[in-house]
């Protein structure tokens, strides 16, 4: 009787306006890395419904980061864009442009907890989160490249299994004894893969970075605004002559392009004994591989150096007030702590909180699984992922030009200096 009392007065009240309607929220979302990990987030979404019923979210999964983009600008334009999205740390510009999004520092300053929310992140992490002075965006599926590498080919060649490259020297040292060739010359295992498609200009930044200084932050290669690129600078040159002489004249990685999504694949099969990947492929090589592999930071020349990469949580204009309020919420929930643990145990993305891993959970996880903290303890030689206001005409007109030197179309030089010519005519208009 009192099931179907509370019943009668649910919808008693409905009637009668006393039970308010939940605020219904769309949550746009990309899965880079792996597809199954949309169920991860679709299970996480209906744990956040189910706690809150006044704030029903709706995932809708769209694709890759590009895809989730493209769609997200189409809503936008249609009129009806998300409440809330995550897209690419870099997209901020494009978002900018179009006046889609709104900043969160307000949000921020109204919860009691809020600077100590934001201060939790990683600073390497924030830091394509903010332009003009303000926070516009908060990490989530963050991660940077990392070395992954196979301890059995190690011991088969007389390495130590426990001493990754830690130099460029070593890198080249290393993957000439790990690269193997057949008799007739062919190449059954390469000492090294990098990506040389999509995720290519993420990788190649990594070199970049390594050619500074340690401990600082000399090698620039964009304004804070966004307006200016320095594909010129002697930092750029020295990562593309490092990079094309790895396939062209130590010939311990395949010349050429080389699919992004294939390389974890040729790791696994030992038709690479080293490769350069996210982090966010740590959970889908540990749950694959069937061999010993570890994971390293990325070798440099001068020092260790990364950019960060992937996607943070946008809320939307266009949107009613309460909307962006739930949004928040919704934001605030899948951040917590406990949350960003999860995610990153089931993902392998780096979780993006410090208090994270300081969780039972997380600290059970790391300590019987340590690889998960190399990328975290690599933030610190971390720099922000490139990013400016009409990013992929940019970075398709680098990668265009970076193809010309290393397939021999072009010296560095004179591909470097077209590069930047032609990314001064796209970002013209954007400067003041």
Known sequence: MRRYLAVFVFILGV????????????????????GPLAKVIEAMVA???????????????????????????????????????????TDLFTLKAIDAIVPLDDFIADDADGQEYIDDFFPALMANSLLEGKIWSIPFQRSTPILYYNKDL??????????PPTTWDELVEYGLMLTQRAPDGSVTRWGLE????????????????QTGCPGCNEVKI????????????????????????LSVYYKIMPNGYINWGTVPSDFLAGRAAMIYHSTGSLTHIRNNASFEFGVAFMPGLSCYGTPTGGGNFYIFKGIPEDHRKAAWTFVRWMTSPEKVA???????????????????????????????????????????????????????????????AILGEASPEEALEEAQRQANAELEPFRK
């Open 15 to 34: 009637s009668v306006g006393l039970v308010a309607e939940p605020v219904k929220l769309t949550f746009y979302y990309p899965v880079s890395v792996a």
């Open 47 to 89: 744990e956040f419904n189910a706690a809150h019923p006044d704030i029903q979210v709706t995932p809708v999964f769209a694709g890759g980061y590009n895809d989730t983009l493209l769609k997200v600008q189409a809503a936008i334009l249609g009129g009806t864009p998300p409440d809330v999205a995550i897209l690419l740390s």
């Open 154 to 163: 190690f011991r088969e060649v007389g390495l130590d299994p426990d001493k």
């Open 194 to 209: 990098v990506p040389f498609s999509g995720g290519f200009i993420w990788n190649f930044e990594a070199f970049i970075y």
């Open 222 to 245: 964009v304004s804070d605004d966004g307006t200016e690129v320095y594909f010129t600078s002697q930092h750029v040159l020295t990562a593309l002559r490092f990079f094309r002489d």
């Open 342 to 404: 999860e995610w990153s145990i089931k993902s392998g993305y780096i979780a993006v909180r410090r208090s994270a891993y300081d969780t039972e959970l997380m600290s059970a996880f790391t300590a019987e699984h340590p690889e998960y903290l190399v990328a975290r303890d690599q933030l610190a030689y971390a720099h922000k992922e490139f990013a400016c206001y009409n990013r992929a005409k940019v970075t398709k007109i680098l990668f265009d030009q970076l193809a010309r």
